[in-house]
């Protein structure tokens, strides 16, 4: 099981949201290239970068903090994926960031509203696509989670299986920045459903609820991505990737499955 660290870039800094709400962000650092660097020293075999403005603009914001990450990350002996997000919605923004140094994109709302972009980016660039599906209640949200769509994730998710799509990010938006805990009965039936890799994201709390996704690893949960949780000390990373390790199945390496690397 592979903990992520997730870097949420806003205005160039590092901050958390509640709920995905803009207007209820705390800020951890005006230095995201610093932080990328301490949850490497800790263990982290791979990063998790969002772009909060790009998300909301439908293009990229935060592009200098981004740029930032990759020159630091890759100053360092051992290669660490960076997966990005938010605002990807053009093949020509694809390869400016593959070319760039990150490893995977991750294609949200676009993915939703436009199953056929997500296809075509999927034959272009084989194994570097990535699914971010935002959900409330069951539905997929979209547009930086400010709209419901009429679509459930399981039905989203079904549509993607055959695309190439390396790996699918769950959120539950209700939980995320909140501290509740994740929503390990709505991860794992998405897990079940469909033959892609996914990622848990979304209300870690503490260091159980990695306990409980590692008990359903064979059932498709690949990693989780770590928020609000590892900033505020809730949940030593270390520690926690550590766990997650011992409890792993040793059978299943979730770099590999998720990266192919």
Known sequence: MLLIPAIDL???ECVRLEQGNMDKSIVFSNEPSVIAIKWQKMGARALHLVDLNGAFAGSTQNKEAILEILDVTKETDEYIPVQLGGGIRDLKTIEYWLDAGIHSVIIGTAA????????????????HIMVGIDAKDGMAATDGWAKLSKYSVI????????????SIIYTDIGRDGM???INIESTVDLARNVNI??????????IEDIENLCKFQSEGIAGVICGKAIYTGAVNFTEAQEKADELSDIDIDSI?????V
């Open 256 to 260: 590999a499955q998720i990266y192919g």
């Open 179 to 181: 501290l509740q805990g």
């Open 10 to 12: 806003k205005n160039g």
């Open 155 to 166: 039905d989203v998710a079904k549509r993607f299986e055959d695309y190439g799509v390396n």
């Open 112 to 127: 939703v509203k436009d199953p056929i972009f997500l296809k075509e980016a999927c034959q272009v660039f084989p194994g």
């Open 197 to 206: 890799p996914i990622i848990a994201s979304g209300g870690l709390a503490k």
